[in-house]
């Protein structure tokens, strides 16, 4: 039985391992068996829990993209709520699109014939919980200078047909294509934030930041391809090209250091 909960804290001094083991001790507690009279046919309850942490978002109540940024710089509740759901935010039709392949080699516990739910689960948790950090969609008060100039980010997985895993990375692995479409505001329009996104996706194990379960085992982030400085398309999700994956086992542009997350 899997058990999906929403947990919505008044205190941000309370950490979420703390109420998970609160959450934890009711379920455990057998007199819970007794309030859902369940004691007579029920022996007890074993409990394998997860948690993620969905973004903090910052209120404000104005529709347009101007006073869609708080005073502070952060981006409002209605565009923190729109790249959670990978939808459009108010103005993008007015920004620069710019493309980002991220590699990554992803490790299951066992082999899976039909991955297509994997990838779906993956490319849900990379937007809702990845992307809203790239546009500042955090409690934190200092804010990387990536985070003032993006303004939504849309994300694609595929699993690549060409594309082998790193010779370290255990089998069964699966290499995977994270499509990115950032939009940005046009006075950075030619800039690479490559680097910024790659330490977005390092900063913690993207199993445990993502929430992810079996079959998901581990998850090495590999590589960034850029492409930079487009026109920005009125479509809230723009249909993607054909990718080019790397032919050989490892990057395939100048070097940056994989990390196994």
């Known amino acids: ?32 068996l007794k309030f859902l009279n369940l004691a007579s046919s029920v022996d007890g309850i074993d ?62 516990d066992s082999e899976i014939e039909d991955v297509s739910s994997v990838t779906m689960e993956l490319e849900e948790k990379i937007q809702r919980l990845v992307m809203p950090s790239l546009a500042g969609c955090t409690n934190q008060r200092r804010r990387l200078q990536i985070e003032s100039f993006i303004v939504n980010a ?23 294509i994270i499509q990115l479409d950032i939009f940005v505001q046009s006075a950075v329009s030619s800039a690479d934030f490559s680097d910024d996104i790659l330490s977005k996706f390092r900063e913690a194990s993207l199993v445990e930041r993502l929430g992810l379960l079996s079959p998901f085992k581990n998850i090495t982030v590999v590589d960034i391809f850029a492409d930079t400085d487009h026109s920005a398309s009125p479509s809230a ?18 070097p940056t250091k994989e990390s196994s997350v």
């Open 47 to 108: 409990l394998a829990t997860a948690y993620e942490i969905l973004p903090s978002i910052v209120p404000t109540s104005s529709p347009s993209f101007q006073d869609d940024i708080t005073g502070d710089g952060s981006p409002s509740r209605e565009t923190c709520a729109a790249i959670v759901n990978g939808t459009a935010v108010s103005g993008q039709k007015d920004m620069v699109l710019q493309e980002y392949d991220i590699f990554l080699d992803v490790m299951l």
């Open 1 to 32: 039985l899997y058990l999906d909960m929403d947990v919505f804290s008044k205190d941000d001094d309370v950490s979420s391992e703390v109420l998970l083991d609160i959450i934890t001790g009711i379920f455990a507690d057998e007199g819970l």
């Open 237 to 254: 999700n723009p249909t993607k090209g054909p990718v080019t994956y790397p032919t050989t086992d490892g990057p395939t542009r100048s």
């Open 154 to 176: 849309l994300v694609e997985a595929q699993v690549g047909i060409d594309g082998a895993c790193l010779p370290e990375s255990e089998r069964p692995c699966y290499r995977y």
